[in-house]
């Protein structure tokens, strides 16, 4: 009887996790330049901020009256936003090498070729990189 009732918990067990991973894989909806546009470049721009402005330093206030984005920008600021900047441009990579990514062309992103999937881990490892020294506020890193 406890065989059997292991064998049930441990098959609930693999099918559950089967079925979470399989319903957590969605297709890609934005053509490889909307998510260079909407990932890659508002992060990198936070990054090469860092590096010429103190992100420790406080944030200007915003002006009375401005827009939205404007006042709520200044919600998050500092270090973390150096941090969040890192990391989303190293989890990035697995947007970017999603199969089935199209250009914006139309044609098919090269997510299976070599050189891509180099360059995109060098991109992840970098990432990782800047946020450990965001850790640190070594803005020289």
């Known amino acids: 009887m406890r065989h ?3 064998g049930l918990v441990l098959a609930g067990l693999t099918v559950t996790g089967a ?8 297709p890609p909806v934005g053509t490889m330049a909307q998510v260079m546009r909407g990932l890659y470049f508002p992060n990198s721009n936070i990054i090469f901020d860092a590096q010429m402005r103190d992100p420790g330093a406080p944030p200007e206030p915003a002006a009375e009256g401005d827009t939205v984005t404007a006042t709520f920008s200044g919600i998050y600021t500092g270090w973390p936003v150096v941090e969040n900047a890192a990391l989303l ?4 990579a697995s947007l970017i090498n999603k199969p089935g990514r ?5 044609r098919m992103a090269p997510v299976g070729r070599y050189d891509w999937l180099r360059w995109s881990k060098e991109m992840a490892d970098v990432s990782w990189d800047i946020y450990q020294a965001a850790l640190a506020k070594d803005q020289e890193h």
């Open 19 to 26: 079925a979470a991973q399989t319903s957590l894989e969605t």
């Open 4 to 6: 059997l009732l292991l």
């Open 102 to 106: 199209l250009c914006e062309n139309g």
């Open 89 to 92: 441009l190293a989890e990035g």
